[in-house]
């Protein structure tokens, strides 16, 4: 399941091509697989829609072998997400918990998976510090001491790595250190193991704890640095892809050098997923009115 600029829908993709599930416009999607359950964020006056992925697929079915009988219901809207900014499911490790964390106006809220009711609910909310809090990021961290996840919002450079602003589910409090400096322009923060984040911004990459202290290994390098500014990376066994609007740049983490590279100034790349495949996104440069093609690239890094 994908989404483009360029349908502005949830689409299935299939041998044949690719089938319109949702014609609602999606800026945000996360799917499921366990369950087959589908979570987006649709509609010009934006909510978190629930989708059973199943049913959606039945309808397509039924309305191209045009057999007339009442829709299955296949989604649901979460009413408390009205006016939603920003969402970032996680799938807890330690707990095997799926779990949404979401940004409203004035809220976030943390919803969960129940398997007993078939549906998401919300089981955390903590009021936003502002009205229309709009932070420059939303990506979770995970504690194995701690059921919930806590999600960083914005990340600062400090003596020894990084400041990272923080808002706990668990605890339900808010640490927003009131920096005097702008947070970096972070396009990239993911953790790749328990207590390893990737950071990624301007040209760098950067690997530190969940404290933000910049790691220290003998074998791998703590810092990455790119030839151009990156808007997007994905961690390799091996190294690190760099995303830019051109093409993309393979790093090692060994030895930090360039293993991988494609740059094409006639095209324009957008990185559209990395969860379990990474799809790239290719268009004529300039040009938003033609087609985009979809790629996924199957290559790793060498160790």
Same mark, same amino acid.
């Given at each position: ?5 360029? @349908? ?119 009021? @936003? ?175």
């Amino acid at each position: 399941v994908v989404s483009t600029q360029s @349908t502005e829908a949830v689409v299935s993709t299939q041998s044949t091509g690719m089938v319109i599930l949702s014609a609602k416009r999606v800026t945000w999607l996360s799917v499921y697989d366990k369950h087959n359950w589908l979570l987006t964020i649709s509609a010009d006056h934006p909510y978190l829609y629930s989708h059973n992925l199943l049913l959606l697929h039945e309808n397509v079915k039924d309305e191209e072998r045009q057999v007339s009988r009442k829709k299955l219901m296949a989604s649901q809207r979460l009413n408390e997400t009205r006016g939603v900014k920003k969402a970032c499911a996680v799938l807890v490790p330690y707990t095997k918990e799926y779990l949404c964390c979401v940004l409203t106006p004035t809220s976030f809220l943390l919803y969960m998976w129940r398997a007993d009711r078939v549906k998401f609910e919300c089981v955390k909310s903590i009021p @936003t510090p502002i009205q229309d809090y709009c932070p420059p990021l939303f990506e979770s961290i995970i504690r194995p001491d701690e059921p919930y996840p806590s999600i960083c919002v914005s990340v600062y450079l400090g003596d020894a790595g990084l400041i990272m602003e923080t808002v706990n589910f668990n605890s339900g409090s808010l640490f927003l250190g009131g920096q005097t400096s702008p947070p970096l322009p972070v396009t990239t923060l993911r953790q790749i193991e328990s207590d390893t984040l990737l950071v990624g911004f301007d040209n760098r990459a950067m690997f530190v704890n969940r404290n933000g202290i910049q790691k220290s290994a003998s074998k791998a390098k703590s810092v990455l640095t790119f030839s151009i500014p990156i808007s997007s990376m994905v961690f390799l066994e091996g190294g690190v892809l760099g995303f830019h609007r051109a093409g993309m740049e393979g790093r090692n983490l060994t030895t930090g050098m360039i293993e991988a590279e494609v740059k094409d100034e006639s095209k324009q790349f957008r990185l559209l997923s990395s969860a379990r495949m990474i799809i790239l996104e290719s268009r004529i440069a300039n040009d938003t009115t033609n087609n985009s093609n979809l790629y996924v690239l199957t290559s790793r890094l060498s160790e």
